[in-house]
């Protein structure tokens, strides 16, 4: 299954799992390289440490970047009277299914506080709890 990259964090882990390709590549030249009667000992060390860590980081970043892979819009509904009110909602996946859930109002809740939220919700729908939850610095940890 293909996955697309909707956020930064997702975009970091492709970036991750590709250096840790190359890595493997160059693993495999540095054995024929042994083959041929070269001394490959620090080269392979080397590679085989940015291996695991550009994987073991990779593996760190990806419940964040599910946190952060979800829709918060708003929502016009009219009412009997002709007034108009405006809610926040949010969307995202959840395995096959599309899970929508209710915010609050736009007169209550800026968009910041709705995208946070948000996150909050996902983090305990997904089963990852998250320590501090704002802009720029999510802490987690699976459950």
Known sequence: MEMTSRTDTMERV???????????????????LARAGIDIKKISEDLRGKQADALGEARELKPLARLEDLSVYRVEKKGKKGKTNEYWH?????????????LGSCKKLAREQALQKAMKLKAEDLGIRALSVSSNDVSLKMT
């Open 90 to 102: 949010a969307t995202w996946r959840h395995g096959q299914k599309v899970c929508n859930f209710y």
């Open 14 to 32: 492709k970036k991750l799992r590709a250096e840790a390709r190359q890595a493997e590549q160059g693993l495999k030249a540095a054995h024929k």
